[in-house]
């Protein structure tokens, strides 16, 4: 198998599992590779980490699993490889136009979030095509609650935003006065309205990192 996880977040994580836990986790990716149609590719699994060294994270954007449709899902929450807006994501953009006044491109892509420090972490970094949530066990929870944990004892000034139940799962980890933690509701469809439109979480994240001198997020796509 082709992992690539980058050498910071490996050291950090080295000691944070014991030799059962990462067997049985590479053992069972293994499989599920072999056997079944997984997103995203294998090699863009820990794309949400690879994209900013622990000490370089400056927001955190949790989702839930990747998208179970070809060719969309690419190791970010709530981007889209394919260039085809989900509704969550229409959603998102729209709260980003009402917040900061800026038009959205066509484009799905948030890799530009992710190079300027927004890791965009879904819970379960792996899916089943066509069957949401069906990775949504208990060793990709274990795992992401200790990439938050380890985000959590962080000394910079990070914001974690959480949008939905699942993601303000998190929030009992989250007890670091440097931080900002801001929740909603979640941008789908069926729960936006609640809270979730309004929320200006955008300028808010920003705000509060050019109050601690960190540069601040360019939200435009």
Known sequence: ???KLSTEWSEKLKDRFDIEYKRNLFSWLEEEYKTKSIFPPKEKIFNALNFANPNDVKVVIIGQDPYHTFGQ??????SCHNGTPQPSLRNIFKEINDDLGLTMSTSTDLTPWAKQGVML??????VVEHMPASHSNKLWHTFTTEIVKILNELNQPIV???WGNHAKSFLPKLNNPNHLV???AH????????GFFGCKHFSKCNDFLIKHNVTP????I
């Not at 972490?121 to 792996?126: D, E, F, I, Q, W």
């Not at 941008?187 to 936006?192: I, Q």
């Not at 997020?217 to 435009?220: A, L, R, T, V, Y």
């Open 182 to 184: 801001l929740q909603s």
């Open 160 to 162: 974690f935003i959480l």
């Open 73 to 78: 899902a690419d190791g970010l929450a709530f």
């Open 121 to 126: 972490l879904n819970t379960s970094l792996t």
């Open 1 to 3: 198998m082709n992992y």
């Open 217 to 220: 997020i360019n939200w435009q």
């Open 187 to 194: 941008p789908s469809p069926f729960s936006a309205y609640n």
